[in-house]
């Protein structure tokens, strides 16, 4: 009797662990995007960006001979276009200098606007200096929210508190994560792609900024149309703001709230 009741036990729970179905786990998303900045330059050069295989963003200088032009041909390409905002060390006519009173900021953005159209929101050229004037981001992001525009980190600078400030009234923006080619060999440029993509396998998403050199051009024509077969999703700006929620990194804050400087 205790046999057959054993024997009855043994095979119900086979039975049961032969039906549960085997629990796997969700797979995990990378996302990467791309902006190329300093473009407005050279037409050539920059309509190969315009050829790379998927969402990259536009950053067009507005100081440059072709800014408006081809702010008008990447906008006809179904292009993101950004403007990329000269900010202190930079120089020129647009440029943002801590010593410059809002006034004076104003009607320099309001020219680059001008001189750029289509855009759908900024980051910053250089910058190290600027972003660090959190009178003047405060300023920056109001105005931007105003104008339904969103924010591009560019974080040349541990000192920046622009993406603090855009967080604090809700703006749409996101930080950079990896610039590609500080060093323009094609050698580094795919070793820092490869840094982006194991970044945004470890966090998720991961920022790209890059620029129309030729070594960087070669590099992501060659290298992006792997990137699906890698597992990586490459999404325009506008996602990887909706992705990230406006939340910082691991890399740029605790939490999801950005870190502020410390005094110095």
């Known amino acids: 009797m205790r046999l057959r009741l054993l024997l009855g036990l043994l095979c119900c729970l086979a039975g049961v662990a032969h039906a549960a179905p085997a629990t796997t786990a969700a797979p995990h998303k990378a996302y990467l995007s791309l902006i190329i900045d300093d473009l407005g330059q050279n037409l050539l050069q920059d309509r190969r960006v315009l050829a790379l295989p998927g969402p990259v963003t536009a950053a067009i200088m507005p100081d440059t001979p072709h800014a408006t032009e081809f702010a008008r041909e990447a906008h006809r390409a179904g292009k993101i276009v950004i403007l990329h905002m000269p900010m202190a060390p930079a120089t020129g006519p647009f440029a943002w200098h801590p010593e410059l009173p809002i006034e004076e900021l104003e009607k320099r953005l309001n020219a680059a606007f001008k001189a750029v159209p289509y855009t759908a929101g900024i980051n910053n050229h250089m910058g190290s200096r600027m972003t660090a004037q959190q009178p003047a981001m405060a300023w920056l992001m109001a105005d931007l929210q105003r104008r339904h525009k969103f924010f591009v980190d560019s974080r040349t600078s541990a000192q920046t508190v622009a993406a603090a400030e855009a967080q604090k009234i809700g703006l749409a923006s996101v930080s950079r994560d990896v610039f590609l080619d500080d060093e323009p060999t094609e050698a580094a440029i795919f070793t820092q792609l490869q840094t982006a993509i194991s970044l945004a396998r470890k966090q998720g998403s991961a920022v790209m900024i890059g620029h129309p050199y030729p070594q960087t051009l070669a590099v992501l024509e060659r290298e ?30 605790k939490d999801g709230q950005y870190h502020l400087p410390t005094a110095r």
């Open 224 to 253: 992006l149309p792997k990137l699906k077969a890698q597992g990586i999703d490459w999404i325009d700006i506008k996602q990887m703001i909706s992705v990230r929620g406006n939340r910082a990194t691991a890399a740029h804050g």
